[in-house]
Structure formats: C-alpha cells, structure tokens
Nanobody, 129 residues
Framework: QLQLVESGGGLVQPGGSLRLSCAAS????????IAWFRQAPGKEREGVSC????????YYADSVKGRFTISRDNANETVYLQMNSLRPEDTAVYYC??????????????????????WGQGTQVTVSS
C-alpha cells in the first residue's frame, strides 16, 4: 500500500518561498504520477500541479504557473513543490496525491481529485505579513 507524507509547510511572508515535499513509502514512487492539490478555508480543493511518472511531463494551474515548480527524485522516493513569489491567496492546506497518470484534461492543473486513489494528510501553508 502506497503511503504519502507531506512536509515543508509553514508561515511565510508575501513574496517568500517554500518547498513542499511528498515522501512515498510502501511502493516504488516511479510507478506513480504525483499531483499537488490545495484547499483553502471555505473553498473547494484545487489541482495545483502534476508530474507524470512515464516521461516527467509537468502541468500547472494558471494561478501558479511561473511561480511553482514540481519535480521528482525517484531515488529518494520524493516529489517536491517549489513555491516562489508566494501570495496570500496561496494560503491553503496542500496535499499530494498519486495514481497511474496525471488526470489532466487541458494540460494544466491536476485534474479531478476523485481520480486519484492515494492521498497524504496535508501540510498547512500560510502566506501572511
């Protein structure tokens, strides 16, 4: 059974940076595509980014394109989300999720959350001065 654990969240000022990690165990990470979702208070969960396992293709939501970078280190069973130029509207609980492919429909974001079968517990990111 694949298990995912997120880390790296915290409080950061607007314009700052954070790097989130999604560590996998129980099954080889390179078998899975990994997506990042986020959920702000009172809002629906939003697909932020996804990285394929087959060829490393990456996808981003328009709201984070140019500021966030997703990457994977299969040897260390970890996927990262580097977040730069953070804004207050990036405040949310960030989750990583895994499945066989990135379920993106328009080559952006991460697709529908219901498509992903494995989830971490989430890590809080707060952007505030």
């Amino acid at each position: 059974q694949l298990q995912l654990v997120e880390s790296g969240g915290g409080l950061v000022q607007p314009g700052g940076s954070l790097r989130l990690s999604c560590a996998a165990s129980g099954f080889p990470l390179d078998y899975y595509a990994i997506a990042w979702f986020r959920q702000a208070p009172g809002k629906e969960r939003e697909g932020v980014s996804c990285i394929e396992n087959s060829d490393g293709s990456t996808y981003y939501a328009d709201s984070v394109k140019g500021r966030f970078t997703i990457s994977r280190d299969n040897a260390n069973e970890t996927v990262y989300l580097q977040m730069n130029s953070l804004r207050p509207e990036d405040t949310a609980v960030y989750y990583c999720a895994a499945d066989l492919i990135c379920y993106v429909e328009t080559k952006q974001g991460a697709g529908a959350e219901t498509k992903y079968s494995n989830w971490g517990q989430g890590t809080q990111v707060t952007v505030s001065s």
